[in-house]
């Protein structure tokens, strides 16, 4: 349900936290902003974002590209906060801005490998892809999201969460607490997480239908002016899947999911309360949209759910 504590049905409008799939949006700005030469994806990172650079070890080897396919090395902030956040309640509740989150970073982790080496999922790369995509519009990136994205496609019910949800914004998350974090190990609603630690990297909030109207908009292009947009966005490089989080090629801001009776793509999507998946089989005509509000569900069962369905079906 919507509520635990409140006994309230989940309804078919209800928002939810999408989380990592907030990157499927980040890179279609990217990508549209690409088109009008506003910048080039293989721009270096020292281009936009110079004192940053000078910051993050090798940022002067980075390009916008490997940001976005996950080529940079730059340590994962995102698995480390969110479980410090689990018992510190001034971590969950305190807005972050994105400096802040790379502060955060660079102070806490070292880079896995140079970029261009490897590929190895990093929340960090959204961040800093963010920043460069606020420098170079010169526009914030709620306001590039609103008005390149939710605005044209008619996505009522998507935005960007700045802060700690309003009461009644999205239905309330949970997760189940283990005994290291908490005495009374059970369910713990986590609906006042502040989701501005994920920023371009999953702070947005969307629900069913609008995600169906997104993931029909990147399959078929629509979201561009160019075909050579999607193209790139799906040129998919194998990936392991242990870096990934099942995914196992991706691509920019979308990846491979393992499905094998017909090819498929999309993101998956975790924050502190919320699970979710947007998938895409192109040769069947289908897309799938899963939201949930909790955040132990294993989606990683799902596509060989939906393998079966496809068979008898």
């Known amino acids: 349900g919507s509520s635990v504590e409140e006994e309230t049905p989940m309804q078919v409008g209800d928002t939810f936290e999408i989380g990592s799939i907030s990157k499927a949006f980040t890179v279609g700005v ?14 270096p990172l020292s281009q936009w974002l110079p004192e940053m650079t000078a910051q993050v070890p090798n940022g002067d080897q980075m390009t916008l590209r490997q940001l976005a396919n996950h080529n940079t090395g730059i340590w994962d902030y995102g698995d480390p906060i ?51 995509l606020e420098a170079a519009a010169g526009q914030s990136m709620a306001e590039l999201y609103q008005t390149r994205i939710f605005t044209p496609l008619g996505l009522n019910n998507t935005f960007l969460l700045e802060g700690v949800p309003q009461e009644g914004q999205i239905v309330d998350g949970y997760f189940t607490a283990e005994s290291e974090y908490d005495e009374e ?34 399959a078929s292009g629509e979201l561009f002016s160019d075909p050579d947009s999607l193209a790139q966005m799906i040129d998919f490089q194998e990936v392991d899947p242990i870096k990934f989080g099942l995914l196992t090629g991706y691509g920019l801001g979308v990846g491979v999911l393992p499905l094998e009776v017909a090819e498929a793509w999309g993101h998956i999507g975790g924050t502190a309360g919320f699970t979710t998946l947007i998938m895409t089989i192109p040769e069947k005509d ?10 132990d569900c294993n989606v990683g069962l799902l596509p060989s759910a939906i393998e079966e369905s496809l068979l008898d079906g």
Do not use: H
């Not at 902003?33 to 506003?38: G, K």
């Not at 999953?202 to 908009?217: F, K, V």
């Open 30 to 43: 990217a990508l549209q902003l690409q088109e009008e030469w506003v910048f080039s994806l293989d721009d």
């Open 286 to 295: 289908t897309n799938l949209v899963y939201l949930t509000n909790s955040a």
């Open 82 to 132: 969110l479980e410090a956040g689990a018992t510190d309640k001034s971590l969950r509740q305190k807005s972050f801005t994105p400096e802040e989150i790379m502060a955060y970073a660079l102070e806490n982790g070292e880079p896995q490998f140079d970029p261009g080496e490897d590929q190895a999922y990093s929340n960090t790369n959204y961040i800093l892809l963010g920043m460069a």
């Open 185 to 218: 190990a059970g369910l713990v609603n986590s609906t006042d997480w502040n989701p501005t630690l994920g920023w371009t990297a999953g702070a947005i909030a969307s629900n069913a239908e609008d995600m169906a109207l997104y993931t029909e908009a990147l």
